[in-house]
Nanobody, 117 residues
Framework: QVRLAESGGGLVQAGGSLRLSCGAP???????????MGWYRQAPEKQRELVAM??????EYADSVKGRFTISRDNSKKMVTLQMNSLRPEDTGVYYC?????????WGKGTLVTVSS
């Protein structure tokens, strides 16, 4: 298991921005770049869904966030961030950081994002 530390959630008005961060302090810096890092979210009474993912050499986004969200990673700091712009009420949910390494998956505890209309 990899311990993940998320931060940056909060309350924002529609059209606003938030930046989520996820650190993996217990991982080894020299191998962090090989991990696939992702952000998922779960809205009330809905299933958890992929928001954005960053592998060692590519990124992937849910259609609903393309052009608004940007995932980036700083391998030297063992961190991944999610810049969220033009937020919408439907972006509301608990956002979870996820890491996949060597066939194993670990999740963060989640951070709440609330977008008011």
């Amino acid at each position: 298991q990899v311990r993940l530390a998320e931060s940056g959630g909060g309350l924002v008005q529609a059209g606003g921005s938030l930046r989520l961060s996820c650190g993996a302090p217990g991982t080894i810096t020299s191998t962090f770049w090989t991990y696939t890092m992702g952000w998922y979210r779960q809205a009330p009474e809905k299933q958890r869904e992929l928001v954005a993912m960053a592998s060692r050499d590519s990124t992937e986004y849910a259609d609903s966030v393309k052009g608004r969200f940007t995932i980036s990673r700083d391998n030297s700091k063992k961190m991944v961030t999610l810049q969220m712009n033009s937020l919408r009420p439907e972006d509301t949910g608990v956002y979870y950081c996820r890491v996949d390494r060597n066939g194993m998956t670990s999740w963060g505890k989640g951070t709440l994002v609330t977008v008011s209309s």
